[in-house]
C-alpha cells in the first residue's frame, strides 16, 4: 500500500524551514528519500533504516519513528535549489520500493 | 561514471504498435527496476529483477507489457499492442542488491511515451 505523504505542497521564502511527512499504514522496514526537478529523473538523498535513525544531506535530514510508522524530511534553511518534489519510498525485502504521492516544494527568493 | 542509461529518450507512435524501452543499469549494480509516472498514479513499479531473474512483476498492468533482463547489463520493457493510456514517462533504476540492507536507487533520465 502506498505511504502518505503531507503536505502536497508547499511554498516557501529562502531561507525558512519546512517539514514533509511520510506515513505507512504497514510497519516500515526503511524510508528512503529521492528529489525530483521538473523534466529529470529522481535523485536519492538518503535511506533510513532503524527506529529513531536520522540522517542529513546538506542541510536536509530526516527522521524515521518505527513505532508511529513515520518519517519526516526537514528542510532547514531552504535554498532555491531545494525547489522539486520530494518523494518518501517505503522498503521491503529485496530491495522493493513503494512512493508515496510526493511532496511539491517551491522556494521563492 | 555512467548513470543509468534509456532509450530512447522520447517515443511517440500510433495505438496498437508495438513500443519497445531498453535500459543499460549501472555496471555492478545488480538489482534493476521498471518504474512508470503519470501525474494521477505518480511513481508506480512495474517489476523489478535481481541477477537478472524477475523477482516481482505484481505492478505489470497487463499481459501487453512484458519485461526481459537477458543479461546484467540489459533489460527491456516492450508494450504490445500500446493504447493511449499507456502513456507515461518510465524510469528504469539499478541499484547493488545486499543481503540485510538497502541500497540507493540510481535512476536513468527516463523514456517519454506518448501514444497517439
Known amino acids: 500500500q502506498q505511504p502518505v505523504q503531507s503536505p502536497q505542497a508547499v511554498i516557501l521564502r529562502e531561507g525558512e524551514d519546512a517539514v514533509i511527512n511520510c506515513s505507512s499504514s504497514?510497519?516500515?522496514?526503511?524510508v528512503h528519500w529521492y528529489r525530483q526537478k521538473h523534466g529529470e529523473a529522481p535523485v536519492f538523498l538518503m535511506i533510513?533504516?532503524?527506529?529513531?535513525e536520522q540522517k542529513g544531506h546538506e542541510k536536509i535530514s530526516a527522521s524515521f519513528n518505527e513505532k508511529k510508522q513515520q518519517s519526516s524530511l526537514y528542510l532547514t534553511a531552504s535554498q532555491l535549489s531545494y525547489s522539486g518534489t520530494y518523494f518518501c519510498?517505503?522498503?521491503?525485502?529485496?530491495?522493493?520500493?513503494?512512493f508515496g504521492g510526493g511532496t511539491r516544494v517551491l522556494v521563492k527568493p | 561514471d555512467a548513470g543509468v542509461i534509456q532509450s530512447p529518450r522520447h517515443e511517440v507512435t500510433e495505438m496498437g504498435q508495438e513500443v519497445t524501452l531498453r535500459c543499460k543499469p549501472i555496471?555492478?549494480?545488480?538489482?534493476l527496476f521498471w518504474y512508470r509516472q503519470t501525474m494521477m498514479r505518480g511513481l508506480e513499479l512495474l517489476i523489478y529483477?535481481?541477477?537478472?531473474?524477475?523477482?516481482?512483476d505484481s505492478g505489470m498492468p497487463e499481459d501487453r507489457f512484458s519485461a526481459k533482463m537477458p543479461n546484467a547489463s540489459f533489460s527491456t520493457l516492450k508494450i504490445q499492442p500500446s493504447e493511449p493510456r499507456d502513456s507515461a514517462v518510465y524510469f528504469c533504476?539499478?541499484?547493488?542488491?545486499?543481503?540485510?540492507?538497502?541500497?540507493?536507487?540510481?535512476f536513468g533520465d527516463g523514456t517519454r511515451l506518448s501514444i497517439l
Open positions: 533504476a539499478s541499484s547493488r542488491r545486499q543481503s540485510g540492507r538497502d541500497q540507493p536507487q540510481h
Open positions: 504497514k510497519a516500515l522496514y526503511s
Open positions: 533510513l533504516l532503524k527506529g529513531g
Open positions: 519510498g517505503t522498503g521491503a525485502a529485496g530491495n522493493k520500493l513503494t
Open positions: 555496471s555492478g549494480h545488480n538489482s
Open positions: 529483477f535481481n541477477n537478472n531473474v524477475p523477482i516481482d
